[in-house]
């Protein structure tokens, strides 16, 4: 069942107290709450004078117009909690003239956060003290409270200026970006939507104040690129945790990212921007029509063999019928030459089928020459 709560009854007693003091009229704002159940109490006094002629040493709010010290004068009024370093909280005994409370926690002592709320926390009227300084605003009575500071995870924005972010909606997560390899960016969150196509992000989270140059100069960058993407570009960088990898898949795609991989066309690497396509393989194919794995930098073969077949594999070959290439599965022999003896005998011709033929020195088949002189046929 929903809870219901009830207001049962405000106590509210009014004295009429004659002072020999100036012609003004106080409100003496003696509020507590206790809470028994679904109770809720309330007690204000009022009377004549000033808060100060008066004594009053809990909230307090003078007024001169007639009859001012109306309940609405409470409500018209912000008061702040009051704290200094190593203080006690207190609400404060007088308005806030400004209608901003403050609360500023120094996070950079390095103890606990439950411990420096409790030591270094300051509380007030008016604006931050220090933007250096975590800090949060709010502008109604005693909202300055230590669930309001809780409520933000607390980002750089720029050199000696934090920010609060909600965590309900950045999270605990910071950033640090450099665009155009020159414009710093901080700021609170996951962000992912800028314009530019160079762009680097070190993001940070669970840590207030994290996202320092210091951690995007130890980050680790990666490019990125899921196998259907056809290129990589700077937009496709990616910070990393340990390492990055590049893999070669079964069908000749390829994938890079973030992370470690330990299959055979596998390669991981630790710099940044390392997992490019050159630390990783590449296929050849092979005799059987499966291909066969090879540095990126090392070749590929075909070779026409004694009974005219191609023979395909990784590597390098020294034989005059045989070639070599460097593209990825570049060896499939489409197009790949028969070879005829040149007419000294010694030196091979290219030719585009498998008839050889010796006669006078003329290359080709009797036919295609439309030669009708005796001559000898040959296949090599």
Known sequence: MMERICLIIV?????????NVKNRIVILIN???????????????????????????????DCRDFKCNSRNKLEETVFCYERDKNGKENEGRRPCEEKICYISVDLFKGVPEDA??????????????????????????????????????????????????????YGNVCYYAVINDSKVEQGC??????????????????????NT???????????????????VSKKS??????????????D??????????????????????????????????????????????????????????LNKGCGNCTSQVCKTCTGHRCNDGNKFPYYCFGSDGESLLECPNPDCYIDKGIC????????????????F
């Open 11 to 19: 106590w509210i007693t009014m004295e009429r107290v004659r002072l």
């Open 31 to 61: 509020v507590y709450i206790s809470r028994n159940g679904d109770l809720f109490f309330y007690d204000f006094k009022t009377g004549c004078g000033t808060c100060d002629e008066n004594k009053i040493n809990v909230s307090c709010v």
């Open 116 to 169: 420096t709320l409790k030591n270094f926390t300051r509380q007030g009227c008016g604006k931050c003290p220090s933007p250096a300084i975590p800090c949060q605003t709010c502008n109604y009575s005693l909202c300055n409270n230590e669930t309001l500071f809780k409520d933000s995870h607390y980002c750089w924005a720029e050199t000696n200026t934090t920010i609060p972010c909600k965590i309900s909606e």
């Open 189 to 210: 969150g996951n962000k992912t939507s800028w314009t530019e196509s160079n762009v680097l992000a070190a993001k940070c989270q669970n840590k207030h104040l994290c």
């Open 213 to 231: 140059k210091k951690l995007f100069n130890e980050s680790l960058f990666c490019l990125n690129k899921a196998k259907d993407m056809l290129v």
């Open 237 to 250: 960088l990616k910070q990393c945790n340990e390492e990055c990898y590049f893999r070669r898949l079964s």
């Open 252 to 309: 000749g795609r390829m994938e890079q990212g973030c992370g470690k991989c330990t299959e055979v066309d596998c390669r991981n690497c630790k710099q940044n921007f390392c997992n490019h396509r050159t630390i990783g393989v590449k296929h050849c194919w092979t005799n059987n029509g499966s291909t066969c794995s090879t540095g990126y930098n090392d070749n590929c073969f075909t070779e026409r063999n004694n009974t005219n077949e």
């Open 364 to 379: 080709g088949t009797f036919k295609h020459n439309f030669m009708n002189i005796p001559g000898v046929e040959n296949s």
